[in-house]
């Protein structure tokens, strides 16, 4: 494993780890209830789409560079239709835990997608040096 992808994925497990820590003690602390079980299915299936699609991403600029932008803006909207669809999921099956979660699931949605181009742009230049 090169040195770029395991940076990613232990900045991916640090972030998963602070969005988690910090909402269990938002729940507790705060807000005086438990995280909701929506937030950890949630939080759990961004973490993997994130890697999937960061995987695949790495893939398409090895093998295609010339499209790599056009692969990286449909991971993108692969990325932000699933969040929408999770949440009117939430909505419809806890509505009880909707804010908790869609708030949750935001920020860390946010600094996912943030890793993830920061990681891709590393990678970008790394590979134009070489060329």
């Given at each position: 494993?090169?040195?770029?992808?395991?940076?990613?994925?232990?900045?991916?497990?640090?972030?998963?780890?602070?969005?988690?820590?910090?909402?269990?003690?938002?729940?507790?602390?705060?807000l005086?209830?438990?995280?909701?079980?929506?937030?950890?299915?949630?939080?759990?299936?961004?973490?993997?789409?994130?890697?999937?699609?960061?995987?695949?991403?790495?893939?398409?600029?090895?093998?295609?560079?010339?499209?790599?932008?056009?692969?990286?803006?449909?991971?993108?909207?692969?990325?932000?239709?699933?969040?929408?669809?999770?949440?009117?999921?939430?909505?419809?099956?806890d509505?009880?835990?909707?804010?908790?979660?869609?708030?949750?699931?935001?920020?860390?949605?946010?600094?996912?997608?943030?890793?993830?181009?920061?990681?891709?742009?590393?990678?970008?230049?790394?590979?134009?040096?070489?060329?």
């Open positions: 494993m090169n040195t770029a992808r395991a940076s990613f994925y232990l900045k991916i497990i640090l972030i998963a780890f602070i969005s988690a820590l910090v909402s269990w003690l938002v729940a507790r602390y705060a005086h209830i438990s995280v909701p079980t929506s937030f950890w299915i949630a939080l759990g299936a961004l973490l993997g789409l994130t890697l999937l699609i960061h995987i695949v991403l790495q893939k398409a600029n090895a093998l295609r560079p010339a499209m790599f932008v056009a692969y990286f803006m449909g991971s993108l909207t692969v990325k932000i239709l699933f969040a929408g669809g999770l949440l009117i999921a939430v909505g419809l099956l509505r009880a835990n909707l804010t908790f979660t869609a708030i949750g699931f935001f920020i860390t949605y946010v600094l996912l997608t943030i890793l993830e181009i920061n990681s891709l742009i590393a990678q970008i230049r790394v590979d134009k040096g070489k060329n």
